[in-house]
């Protein structure tokens, strides 16, 4: 079975040049990261009355679609507004948003970009978990006592 399989090469920006990196980015100058089976494009303010053909007719120019979700709202059934669109390759996202970008799709303008990113340099250093005064610890990030003391127990005991 994993003969037949079509793979991409590993991508990193710094392993294809400069053009390769220039194919990463998104709007916001984040670079894509690849998921487990393909590239992944979000697409945002998707009508609510989209059907998947009418994603497939617009984005299947682009390339072999391998995955399409466009998730339903349980209570009204129709479309949240977005559609999760799967590629095979770079090539094919890159050219789906290049070209999808800021385009009509049943009289709404979507917005297409990459669905997982890396921050930019210098962006997102701040949060997370791990590190820092925030998350587990004994202090976690606390100023005077590291926790609260038990009823009946004196100053003392601490």
Do not use: C
Request: a negative charge; charged letters at 30%; proline letters at 4%.
């Amino acid at each position: 079975m994993a003969d037949d399989m079509e793979l991409d090469e590993p991508v990193s920006p710094q392993a294809g040049g400069a053009s390769r990196t220039a194919a990463m980015q998104t709007h916001t100058k984040a670079t894509a990261v690849r998921s487990i089976e393909g590239w992944i494009i979000m697409v945002t303010n998707v009508h609510e009355e989209a059907d998947e053909e009418a994603i497939q007719d617009k984005f299947g120019e682009f390339g072999e679609i391998k995955n399409l979700h466009l998730n339903l709202d349980r209570r009204s059934g129709y479309v949240k507004g977005y559609a999760l669109i799967e590629y095979a390759t770079l090539d094919e996202a890159r050219d789906a948003i290049d070209n999808a970008h800021n385009t009509k799709l049943l009289d709404q303008t979507v917005q297409v970009d990459f669905a997982f990113v890396r921050p930019p340099p210098g962006k997102g250093q701040g949060g997370g978990r791990g590190g820092g005064a925030g998350g587990r610890g004994p202090n976690r990030g606390r100023t005077g006592r590291s926790r609260s003391r038990s009823p009946g127990a004196s100053k003392d005991d601490a």
